[in-house]
């Protein structure tokens, strides 16, 4: 009896959900520790108060868990378990905003039919939320984006169609077109590239890549895309090989050099240069775009994060780009900083490890305003 009491014990602590067990009174009789950090209540402060002192749970109806008419109240008349499937906690020992919870209610019963106490489960469904609505924040974004390109494509598909053109014009018409299909390109696989690294999809491949290769590449695909602006491309001679993987390393100077040329005005000079470290290749993308204001750059790395600011919001984008650029720099080992001047530029610092350096720093973001 006494291992089964341990065990028993164990499993009521150790037990991944909140749990509560009251009286038939509704009166506290223990919590685990799951609950007492949920709640913000001690087992020795909890212990013999209502229930209603310390779990202040409503549905989104506003009906209390621990009212006359709620769910626990309900389980210990009626002997029944009761389920709920979306409910705020209100943290009252706390300033802390509500925590989204789902619960239900299980009578105990030791002898006979009617309830002696009962067990309230309470489980913490923020994180399972915040991935419904990161889908739903993403979907959302998609469709907005994808429906401007797919708009101009119809227009200028029609005119082609409908009109008798020069050449000229038809080919001016073809090469917008064909900018708003590499438009929808890019968002379709920034949407993919985020789909795989939220569900943990992209694998490492960590092998020796030359960067000044990766980096010749990645000036001649966004040249096209410049429209006005300058683009110099500096590397130096015998510059080092990093350890990382050649796509992801183009993907990373690429959308960075993109958001660079998205918030520059044509006549702008824009700037991808590298530079050789003691353990570390670091690359540095500058512009002398709208900047970034301070109190914006703590977020910026964030997904789907747009600054309130007009300069930024006249330009199109799902703020995806840069979420992506922190989480492939972390995959490759590496740090990415920036600093910025709000109406004067930016410049991003990416730094990646050496191939012949076997230490691989810890992958970290820093924002710094000046």
């Not at 958001?259 to 003691?278: D, M, R, V």
């Not at 080992?333 to 350096?357: D, M, N, W, Y």
């Amino acid at each position: 009896m006494a291992r089964e009491r341990t065990l028993s014990e164990q499993a009521f602590e150790q037990f991944p959900q909140a749990l509560v067990i009251v009286d038939r009174e509704a009166t506290v009789i223990s919590l685990n520790e799951v609950a007492e950090r949920l709640t913000g209540w001690a087992q020795r402060d909890a212990a013999g108060r209502p229930a209603a002192d310390i779990l202040e749970v409503r549905t989104e109806t506003g009906v209390n868990l621990c009212a006359p008419n709620g769910a626990l109240r309900r389980a210990l008349r009626l002997g029944t378990g009761i389920n709920t499937h979306f409910a705020y906690l209100f943290r009252l020992r706390t300033s802390d905003d509500p925590v989204r919870v789902s619960y239900s209610v299980s009578p105990l019963r030791l002898k006979g039919k009617t309830p002696d106490g009962a067990v309230i489960a309470i489980h913490d469904v923020t994180p399972e939320l915040e991935t419904i609505e990161a889908r739903d924040a993403l979907m959302l974004a998609a469709s907005h984006e994808l429906k401007t390109p797919l708009t101009t494509l119809k227009g200028l598909s029609e005119l082609l169609l409908d009109f008798d053109l020069t050449e000229a014009q038809r080919r001016e018409l073809l090469q917008d077109l064909h900018g708003q299909a590499d438009r929808m390109e890019k968002l379709i696989g920034d949407i993919l590239a985020v789909s795989r690294i939220d569900s943990g999809r992209i694998s490492v491949d960590l092998a020796r890549v030359d960067a000044d290769d990766v980096i010749k590449h990645v000036c001649d695909e966004v040249r096209p895309m410049l429209k006005g602006r300058t683009l110099t491309c500096r590397v130096p001679e015998n510059l080092p090989a990093i350890m990382g993987e050649a796509r992801k390393l183009h993907q990373i100077l690429v959308n960075l050099l993109t958001n660079a040329i998205k918030y520059s005005e044509p006549g702008t000079q824009i700037t991808l240069s590298a530079h050789s470290e003691p353990s570390a290749v670091r690359f540095e993308v500058s512009d002398q775009g709208v900047g970034i204001r301070r109190e914006h750059m703590p977020r910026l790395f964030e997904k789907f994060y747009r600054a309130d600011d007009p300069a930024v919001r006249r330009t199109s984008g799902t703020g995806l780009g840069l979420y992506i650029v922190r989480s492939l720099v972390a995959m490759l080992g590496g740090q990415v900083h920036v600093r910025s001047r709000h109406g004067k530029g930016s410049v991003f610092i990416v730094t990646l490890p050496r191939a012949e350096t076997t230490a691989r720093p810890r992958a970290r973001v820093a924002a710094v305003a000046h």
